[in-house]
Nanobody
Framework: QVQLRQSGGGLVQAGGSLRLSCAAS????????MAWFRQAPGKEREIVAA????????YYADSVKGRFTISRDNAKNTLYLQMNSLKPEDTAVYYC?????????????????WGQGTQVTVSS
């Protein structure tokens, strides 16, 4: 079992940057594939980026490719999302999530551990 605690987020102007962090409890962080999701008001939760347990494989939604970078530090049990060139349409609550897997996972329903969520607001 793993518990996820998020930090970061906030209010930023369009074109700005933010970094989200997700700290995991336990000693088996490196056994989990990880991802970042977001949910805007009135919309379904969508995957933003995913990363394999080693960090060797990554996936990005088309809407964030070239602007966001997902990474992890298994020695620190921490997942990151660096968000650059932010746009108003990136405004949402962002969630980190974990699933025990040998491979990268991009299907929302397969993730069984979730962070508490953090608000990201991008003003125009």
């Amino acid at each position: 079992q793993v518990q996820l605690r998020q930090s970061g987020g906030g209010l930023v102007q369009a074109g700005g940057s933010l970094r989200l962090s997700c700290a995991a409890s336990g000693r088996t962080f490196s056994s989990y594939a990880m991802a970042w999701f977001r949910q805007a008001p009135g919309k379904e939760r969508e995957i933003v980026a995913a990363i394999s347990r080693s960090g060797g494989s990554t996936y990005y939604a088309d809407s964030v490719k070239g602007r966001f970078t997902i990474s992890r530090d298994n020695a620190k049990n921490t997942l990151y999302l660096q968000m650059n060139s932010l746009k108003p349409e990136d405004t949402a609550v962002y969630y980190c999530a974990a699933v025990k897997s040998f491979t990268i996972v991009v299907v929302t329903r397969l993730y069984n551990y979730w962070g508490q969520g953090t608000q990201v607001t991008v003003s125009s």
